[in-house]
C-alpha cells in the first residue's frame, strides 16, 4: 500500500465495529502521510462516515488499533483525537446554531480570562483572523450561525478544523452543500493546507472531485475495503467499478472486500 | 460581548430598527417590557388606581421573587432540552426538611431563635435541593430517562416525601432571623440600605459598560456609538433607582412603625412617623440570583456548554464537552436553586406545610417560556425569564385586586401562556 518510505501520520488497522449486528465497518486498514490527500470513496452506507467517526472519537471500534506517528494511539473521546491532532469537518458541519462563529470555532477549547471566564473578545480577534483567511468577505461575526449561508457556515467548520493546528484532517463530504465557487475554494484549501505537511481524510461519494485532489483513493463497499490505489494507477472507471462492483483492478491493492 | 442568543434586530428590518439596533437592545425584551407596561396600566386603570402604589408594587416584587429564582434555572434546563416538572415538588419536600431542622432539631442543640439557625436552615436546604437536582440529573443524563419522566415521577415522589416528614402536619412558626428571608416587615431592608444598594447598582452599571468598551476598542472590534452607551446607562440607572424610589415609599404601618421607634429609642412624633419599607430581602435575592446565574450563563464555560448542548447535542458531543455531566449539573443547579425558593416562601408563610410550591412548575416552566425560553432548546434569557415570573404575577395579583373569581384567574393565565407562546413564535419566524 506504501507509496514511499516515510511512517504514516495515522495508521488504522484492521478496524471493526457493528451496531446492532450489523458490521458498519469489517476489517478496513487505511494509512495516511503527512502532505498526503486520501481520498475515501463508497456508496452511502459503505462505513466511510463510520469509520472517519472512529478515527475522530465518536465511535469507539469493537476491534483493531489506531497508530498515530507509529505510535498506539488510545482515541476513546473526540478529545483524544483532537490531543492528537486529528480534526474532523462533519458532513453536517456540527455546528451549534444558536451560538455566533467564536464561539462554535472554539467549543470545548474556549479561551478563557485569568478570572475563568469565557475570554469572547480575545476568541471573537482570532476568530476575525482565521476567518480572514478563509473567507475574507465574512462579516457576520456577532450573529448566530444559524443566519449565516451555508459556505459562511462551512467556512466556519473549516476554521474550527485548522485554528488548531490540525496534522490530520478528516473532510466529510466537505463540498456537498456548496456551489461551483465555493467548491473551488475548499479544493484551493486543501491543496494549500497539503502543502503545509497536513494530512487529509477526503471522504466523498463523487469521484471526480476526489480524482483531482487526491492521491491516493480507498474504496469502501459494504464495510470491507476493496481496495487502495494511487490515482495515477487507476482510471475512473476503475475505482467506479471499484465502489460499484467491488471489482478490484490490476493497478490496486486488493483487500478483504474486493470480489 | 452579548449572550449567546439571538439578540441582534435582523437586517431586514433595519429601517424600522436602526436605533434598537444602534443600542443593541434585544427587540424581544423591549416587546416584554411593554407587554408588561400595558398589563400594569390596565390593571391600574381598572382598579381605580390602587395597582401602580408603592404598597402594591412591593409586594409584587416580594410575591415574584420565589418562582423568579426558580425561573431562572429552568431556563437552562429548557435551553438544553429538557423539561423539570419536579421543581413546586422539590419546593415542598426542601421546605418541610428546613422547617424540621429548625423548630425541631436545632432548638434542641442552639435553643431556640440562636444566631445560627436560619444560616444552617438555608445551607440545608441548599444542599437538600442540589442533591434531589443532582440526583434527577444523574438519572437523565448517565441513565438516558427522558427527563420529562424523571421529574414527572419526581413530581410525586417528592411531594409524597413533603407529606412523609411530618405526616403531613404544618410545622409553624419559623426562626424570627429565617423569617427575613420572607420579606414581611422583618425582611424589609429600609430607606438607606435600599439608597446604598441602588447606588451600588448604578456604580456597576456604568463600570461594567464601560469596560466592555473599553476592551473592545482595544480589540479593535466596532463599538456602539458613544451616546448609545451613555443612553443604555441612563435608563438603566434611571430603572434602578425608580425602584429604589417606589419601595422606599411605601411606609411601615403606623403600629408597626411605632414599635420599631420605641425599640429605636425614638419619640413617637404626633403625625405618625413615615419609615420605608424598602427594597425586601427576598427580592434583593432574586436579583443576585439574577446576576450570577447570567454571569453562570453568558460568561462561564458551563453556561456556553449549555447553550451549546441545546443548540446541537450531536455537535457539543463531538466538540468534545462531556455533555453528560454538564446536564447533571444544570439539574443539580435547578435543584439548589428550588432549595434558595424554598426558603423564601417557607420565610413568607412563617410556616413549613407539604402542600407548598404546589403548582410552582407550572408557573416557573409558563414564566420561562414567556420570557422567551425556547421550548425547541438553545435560546433563552435569565433576564426575560425573570420579566416572564413578573408578568404572571402582575396578572395573578391584578386579578385578585379586581376580586376576580380564582377558577376565572386560572383561565385567564392559561390562556395568556398560549398567546404569548403564539406572539412569540411569530416574531421568531418574522425575524427568520
Given at each position: 500500500m506504501s507509496t514511499n518510505g516515510t511512517t504514516p501520520l495515522v495508521e488504522m488497522r484492521n478496524i471493526s465495529i457493528a451496531f446492532g449486528g450489523i458490521k458498519a465497518v469489517d476489517g478496513v486498514s487505511v494509512d495516511l502521510r503527512p502532505g498526503e490527500v486520501v481520498g475515501l470513496l463508497g456508496h452511502n452506507g459503505a462505513g466511510k462516515s463510520t469509520l472517519i467517526k472512529i478515527l475522530s472519537g465518536a465511535y469507539r471500534p469493537d476491534a483493531g488499533e489506531i497508530y498515530v506517528n507509529g505510535q498506539h494511539a488510545d482515541i476513546a473521546t473526540p478529545r483524544d483525537a483532537k490531543r492528537y491532532g486529528i480534526e474532523t469537518i462533519y458532513q453536517t458541519l456540527a455546528l451549534a446554531d444558536n451560538i455566533d462563529a467564536a464561539g462554535n470555532i472554539f467549543l470545548g477549547r474556549e479561551v478563557l480570562t485569568p478570572y475563568g471566564t469565557l475570554d469572547d473578545a480575545t476568541m471573537e480577534a482570532e476568530t476575525r483572523k482565521v476567518m480572514a483567511r478563509l473567507n475574507p468577505h465574512f462579516r457576520r461575526f456577532k450573529e448566530p450561525v444559524k443566519a449565516l449561508s451555508g459556505g459562511q457556515r462551512q467556512s466556519v467548520a473549516i476554521a474550527r478544523a485548522i485554528y488548531f493546528n490540525a496534522r490530520v484532517l478528516i473532510m466529510d463530504e466537505p463540498t456537498a452543500a456548496l456551489g461551483p465557487a465555493e467548491t473551488q475554494q475548499v479544493a484551493d484549501l486543501v491543496l494549500q493546507l497539503k502543502k503545509e505537511g497536513i494530512g487529509i481524510f477526503l471522504i466523498s461519494h463523487d469521484i471526480h472531485d476526489v480524482f483531482g485532489l487526491a492521491d491516493r483513493v480507498s474504496v469502501m463497499k459494504n464495510g470491507k475495503l476493496v481496495g487502495s490505489a494511487s490515482v495515477q494507477d487507476v482510471t475512473q472507471d476503475e475505482v467506479l467499478g471499484m465502489i460499484i462492483l467491488g471489482k478490484c483492478p490490476p493497478g490496486a491493492t486488493p483487500g478483504p472486500g474486493a470480489s | 460581548m452579548t449572550a449567546p442568543v439571538a439578540s441582534t434586530a435582523p437586517p431586514s428590518s433595519a429601517a424600522s430598527g436602526s436605533l434598537l439596533s444602534k443600542l443593541e437592545i434585544d427587540a424581544r425584551m423591549l416587546g416584554m417590557l411593554a407587554a408588561l407596561a400595558v398589563i400594569w396600566v390596565g390593571f391600574d386603570l381598572l382598579s381605580g388606581g390602587i395597582f401602580l402604589t408603592p404598597r402594591n408594587l412591593w409586594n409584587l416584587s416580594v410575591q415574584t421573587a420565589s418562582v423568579a429564582i426558580m425561573a431562572t434555572g429552568m431556563v437552562l434546563v429548557i435551553v438544553t432540552r429538557n423539561i423539570d416538572l419536579s421543581v413546586g415538588a422539590i419546593l415542598g419536600v426542601t421546605g418541610m426538611i428546613i422547617g424540621v431542622v429548625q423548630v425541631q432539631w436545632l432548638p434542641a442543640y442552639l435553643g431556640f431563635e440562636h444566631w445560627l439557625t436560619a444560616p444552617i436552615a438555608v445551607l440545608v436546604a441548599i444542599a437538600v435541593g442540589g442533591l434531589i437536582g443532582l440526583f434527577q440529573g444523574w438519572l437523565i443524563a448517565y441513565l438516558g430517562i427522558p427527563s420529562f419522566i424523571v421529574t414527572l415521577g419526581g413530581l410525586l415522589v417528592w411531594r409524597g416525601a413533603a407529606w412523609w416528614v411530618t405526616t403531613g402536619q404544618t410545622i409553624a412558626p419559623m426562626d424570627a432571623n429565617f423569617?427575613?428571608?420572607?420579606?414581611g416587615v422583618e425582611g424589609a431592608l429600609g430607606a438607606n440600605a435600599t439608597w446604598i444598594i441602588a447606588a451600588a447598582a448604578c456604580g456597576i452599571i456604568i463600570v461594567a459598560l464601560g469596560l466592555s468598551r473599553r476592551r473592545r476598542l482595544s480589540f479593535g472590534f466596532p463599538v456602539r456609538p458613544g451616546w448609545a452607551d451613555a443612553v443604555i446607562a441612563a435608563f438603566a440607572c434611571g430603572a434602578v433607582l425608580g425602584t429604589a424610589w417606589i419601595f422606599n415609599a411605601y411606609p411601615l404601618p403606623a403600629r408597626t412603625a411605632r414599635r420599631w421607634a420605641e425599640a429605636n429609642g425614638i419619640a413617637w412624633p404626633e403625625g405618625g412617623l413615615f419609615i420605608s419599607h424598602g427594597i425586601a430581602l427576598p427580592v434583593v435575592i432574586a436579583v443576585l440570583v439574577g446576576l450570577v446565574m447570567t454571569f453562570i450563563a453568558t460568561r462561564r464555560r458551563f453556561g456556553r456548554y449549555v447553550f451549546a448542548i441545546g443548540g446541537n447535542p450531536e455537535a457539543a458531543e463531538l466538540s468534545g464537552i462531556n455533555t453528560r455531566w454538564t446536564l447533571m449539573k444544570v439539574f443539580g443547579l435547578m435543584g439548589l436553586l428550588c432549595g434558595i425558593s424554598a426558603c423564601i416562601s417557607t420565610a413568607r408563610l412563617n410556616a413549613a406545610t407539604n402542600a407548598a410550591g404546589s403548582l410552582d412548575e407550572l408557573y416557573v416552566i409558563a414564566s420561562a417560556v414567556i420570557g422567551?425560553?425556547?421550548?425547541?432548546?438553545?435560546i433563552g434569557t435569565i433576564a426575560g425569564a425573570m420579566l416572564g415570573a413578573l408578568v404572571m404575577q402582575s396578572l395573578q395579583s391584578g386579578m385578585v385586586l379586581l376580586g376576580v373569581d380564582t377558577p376565572l384567574q386560572n383561565i385567564v393565565v392559561g390562556a395568556v401562556l398560549v398567546l404569548a407562546v403564539w406572539v412569540d413564535s411569530l416574531y421568531r419566524r418574522r425575524i427568520k
Amino acid at each position: 500500500m506504501s507509496t514511499n518510505g516515510t511512517t504514516p501520520l495515522v495508521e488504522m488497522r484492521n478496524i471493526s465495529i457493528a451496531f446492532g449486528g450489523i458490521k458498519a465497518v469489517d476489517g478496513v486498514s487505511v494509512d495516511l502521510r503527512p502532505g498526503e490527500v486520501v481520498g475515501l470513496l463508497g456508496h452511502n452506507g459503505a462505513g466511510k462516515s463510520t469509520l472517519i467517526k472512529i478515527l475522530s472519537g465518536a465511535y469507539r471500534p469493537d476491534a483493531g488499533e489506531i497508530y498515530v506517528n507509529g505510535q498506539h494511539a488510545d482515541i476513546a473521546t473526540p478529545r483524544d483525537a483532537k490531543r492528537y491532532g486529528i480534526e474532523t469537518i462533519y458532513q453536517t458541519l456540527a455546528l451549534a446554531d444558536n451560538i455566533d462563529a467564536a464561539g462554535n470555532i472554539f467549543l470545548g477549547r474556549e479561551v478563557l480570562t485569568p478570572y475563568g471566564t469565557l475570554d469572547d473578545a480575545t476568541m471573537e480577534a482570532e476568530t476575525r483572523k482565521v476567518m480572514a483567511r478563509l473567507n475574507p468577505h465574512f462579516r457576520r461575526f456577532k450573529e448566530p450561525v444559524k443566519a449565516l449561508s451555508g459556505g459562511q457556515r462551512q467556512s466556519v467548520a473549516i476554521a474550527r478544523a485548522i485554528y488548531f493546528n490540525a496534522r490530520v484532517l478528516i473532510m466529510d463530504e466537505p463540498t456537498a452543500a456548496l456551489g461551483p465557487a465555493e467548491t473551488q475554494q475548499v479544493a484551493d484549501l486543501v491543496l494549500q493546507l497539503k502543502k503545509e505537511g497536513i494530512g487529509i481524510f477526503l471522504i466523498s461519494h463523487d469521484i471526480h472531485d476526489v480524482f483531482g485532489l487526491a492521491d491516493r483513493v480507498s474504496v469502501m463497499k459494504n464495510g470491507k475495503l476493496v481496495g487502495s490505489a494511487s490515482v495515477q494507477d487507476v482510471t475512473q472507471d476503475e475505482v467506479l467499478g471499484m465502489i460499484i462492483l467491488g471489482k478490484c483492478p490490476p493497478g490496486a491493492t486488493p483487500g478483504p472486500g474486493a470480489s | 460581548m452579548t449572550a449567546p442568543v439571538a439578540s441582534t434586530a435582523p437586517p431586514s428590518s433595519a429601517a424600522s430598527g436602526s436605533l434598537l439596533s444602534k443600542l443593541e437592545i434585544d427587540a424581544r425584551m423591549l416587546g416584554m417590557l411593554a407587554a408588561l407596561a400595558v398589563i400594569w396600566v390596565g390593571f391600574d386603570l381598572l382598579s381605580g388606581g390602587i395597582f401602580l402604589t408603592p404598597r402594591n408594587l412591593w409586594n409584587l416584587s416580594v410575591q415574584t421573587a420565589s418562582v423568579a429564582i426558580m425561573a431562572t434555572g429552568m431556563v437552562l434546563v429548557i435551553v438544553t432540552r429538557n423539561i423539570d416538572l419536579s421543581v413546586g415538588a422539590i419546593l415542598g419536600v426542601t421546605g418541610m426538611i428546613i422547617g424540621v431542622v429548625q423548630v425541631q432539631w436545632l432548638p434542641a442543640y442552639l435553643g431556640f431563635e440562636h444566631w445560627l439557625t436560619a444560616p444552617i436552615a438555608v445551607l440545608v436546604a441548599i444542599a437538600v435541593g442540589g442533591l434531589i437536582g443532582l440526583f434527577q440529573g444523574w438519572l437523565i443524563a448517565y441513565l438516558g430517562i427522558p427527563s420529562f419522566i424523571v421529574t414527572l415521577g419526581g413530581l410525586l415522589v417528592w411531594r409524597g416525601a413533603a407529606w412523609w416528614v411530618t405526616t403531613g402536619q404544618t410545622i409553624a412558626p419559623m426562626d424570627a432571623n429565617f423569617k427575613a428571608l420572607g420579606g414581611g416587615v422583618e425582611g424589609a431592608l429600609g430607606a438607606n440600605a435600599t439608597w446604598i444598594i441602588a447606588a451600588a447598582a448604578c456604580g456597576i452599571i456604568i463600570v461594567a459598560l464601560g469596560l466592555s468598551r473599553r476592551r473592545r476598542l482595544s480589540f479593535g472590534f466596532p463599538v456602539r456609538p458613544g451616546w448609545a452607551d451613555a443612553v443604555i446607562a441612563a435608563f438603566a440607572c434611571g430603572a434602578v433607582l425608580g425602584t429604589a424610589w417606589i419601595f422606599n415609599a411605601y411606609p411601615l404601618p403606623a403600629r408597626t412603625a411605632r414599635r420599631w421607634a420605641e425599640a429605636n429609642g425614638i419619640a413617637w412624633p404626633e403625625g405618625g412617623l413615615f419609615i420605608s419599607h424598602g427594597i425586601a430581602l427576598p427580592v434583593v435575592i432574586a436579583v443576585l440570583v439574577g446576576l450570577v446565574m447570567t454571569f453562570i450563563a453568558t460568561r462561564r464555560r458551563f453556561g456556553r456548554y449549555v447553550f451549546a448542548i441545546g443548540g446541537n447535542p450531536e455537535a457539543a458531543e463531538l466538540s468534545g464537552i462531556n455533555t453528560r455531566w454538564t446536564l447533571m449539573k444544570v439539574f443539580g443547579l435547578m435543584g439548589l436553586l428550588c432549595g434558595i425558593s424554598a426558603c423564601i416562601s417557607t420565610a413568607r408563610l412563617n410556616a413549613a406545610t407539604n402542600a407548598a410550591g404546589s403548582l410552582d412548575e407550572l408557573y416557573v416552566i409558563a414564566s420561562a417560556v414567556i420570557g422567551g425560553t425556547s421550548l425547541a432548546g438553545g435560546i433563552g434569557t435569565i433576564a426575560g425569564a425573570m420579566l416572564g415570573a413578573l408578568v404572571m404575577q402582575s396578572l395573578q395579583s391584578g386579578m385578585v385586586l379586581l376580586g376576580v373569581d380564582t377558577p376565572l384567574q386560572n383561565i385567564v393565565v392559561g390562556a395568556v401562556l398560549v398567546l404569548a407562546v403564539w406572539v412569540d413564535s411569530l416574531y421568531r419566524r418574522r425575524i427568520k
